[in-house]
């Protein structure tokens, strides 16, 4: 007979460990906080605000990081962890919530940047305290946790603290230095402690983060075209988009994801952990952040070309959206590369030069029509894919 208290104990994983329906369900709380964050750029396509939409999605990413790292060494679906992982939700739907008005709060009710930085808090004293609790004999996990918290946890709140006192420029500045105290609190604590249970696990939970963004350009394609008629260039605009989408989604899930995988399977102990830290954690965000800022670009991209009343077809998109929609797959290729370099050794070129060009390309956007744009990141982004694709894998640099 199981007891109350084995039903809520915290479990541990082993080695063949894979990613739960827990898991998966945690998740749906951040597809709408990343559909949040592109609708706050969306608000107001200006170069500061997508500097905040990128604070923002960072301290996102760092609260479904912490969970990534925890679910690989505690089941998600065992009593006690699943307890704290719809507590968590809660906070982060509440965090979501407020992200449209982070930089810019409507009158009455909460203020919304204390309220996302107060539930951002309780959001990593949960999953440290979880943490500690998952292995209650475990010193050198410990001494992590608290030079953790002294260093990457209490000075960056407290940032993020003040800035909510501010407005604009300030609040972002603000937030931005808690965000790189934070990653290098974490880059600096030390690597002791923390474990990598189960490669397959890690690399398929950050497998799905990665096509949860990519799901949120899809869905800001047809946001972008609601309440429009359904044109003979919508639907071009939709298979160009959707190609762009696949292409990423090929090159990531063939020429990125599966090596990263082997090489975090070979190694042990500590070299795992470091590998995982930088690989998935750090290296990961830029792909994240990539496809999101794409996501901006696509969405006003079909909202001009739907528009006919206001936009011609010969009108090239306008603004910090023309930007977003090359740069954006162009941080994904360079992220990329930079993915293979860190677990491979190898440099890939073609990955390097096709975000060079899409990121180049960006101030281009601006002087060709907006569906012309899309066609060119479309082939561009087939093209880095059809070419990576036969580059032959060198043997790793010693």
């Not at 930085?117 to 305290?129: K, T």
């Not at 946790?145 to 940032?159: D, E, N, Q």
Request: glycine content about 8%; proline content about 5%; some cysteine.
């Amino acid at each position: 007979m199981t007891t109350h208290g084995e039903r809520a104990r915290l479990t541990p994983t082993a080695d063949g460990h894979r990613v739960t329906p827990a898991e998966l369900f945690f998740d749906l709380v951040f597809v709408y906080a990343i559909t949040q964050v592109t609708a706050l750029m969306a608000a107001d396509p200006t170069a500061l605000r997508l500097l905040g939409g990128m604070v923002v999605l960072a301290l996102l990413w760092w609260c479904w990081c912490c969970f990534a790292w925890l679910g690989n060494v505690v089941r998600a679906d065992s009593g006690g962890m699943f307890a704290v992982l719809v507590s968590v939700m809660a906070v982060l739907l509440i965090v979501s919530i407020t992200v449209p008005d982070v930089y810019d709060d409507a009158p009455g009710g909460l203020h919304a940047p204390l309220l996302f930085v107060a539930c951002y808090g309780a959001v990593r004293v949960l999953h440290l305290v979880t943490y500690w609790l998952s292995a209650p004999d475990d010193e050198a996990l410990h001494a992590t946790i608290r030079r953790t918290a002294l260093l990457s946890v209490l000075p960056p709140f407290a940032l993020l603290l003040v800035g909510a006192a501010f407005e604009g420029v300030t609040q972002i500045l603000i937030w931005l230095a808690a965000v790189t105290i934070d990653y290098a609190g974490i880059f600096v604590t030390g690597k002791s402690g923390w474990r990598v249970a189960s490669p397959a696990h890690f690399s398929e939970r950050h497998g799905l983060i990665v096509i949860i963004a990519l799901g949120e350009s899809i869905v800001a394609m047809g946001v972008g075209v609601t309440g429009y008629p359904v044109s003979a260039p919508v639907v071009a605009a939709a298979a160009l988009g959707l190609l762009t989408t696949a292409a990423l989604w090929r090159l990531y899930f063939h020429g990125v994801s599966e090596p990263a995988e082997h090489r975090l399977a070979e190694l042990t102990g500590d070299d795992r952990t470091v590998l995982a830290r930088d690989t998935y954690t750090f290296l990961h965000l830029p792909l994240v952040a990539g496809v999101v800022t794409t996501a901006l670009g696509m969405k006003k991209t079909f909202q001009q070309v739907a528009d006919t009343d206001h936009y011609g077809l010969a009108e090239p998109l306008h603004g910090m959206p023309a930007w977003a929609l090359a740069d954006g797959a162009g941080v994904f290729l360079l992220g990329a590369a930079a993915i293979v370099l860190r677990t491979t050794g190898r440099r890939a070129p073609v990955l390097i030069t096709g975000g060079a060009v899409c990121v180049a390309a960006g101030p281009l956007v601006a002087l060709v029509p907006a569906l012309v744009a899309l066609t060119a990141l479309a082939a561009t982004t087939t093209a880095v894919l059809i070419l990576h694709g036969r580059t032959p894998h060198a043997a790793a640099a010693p």
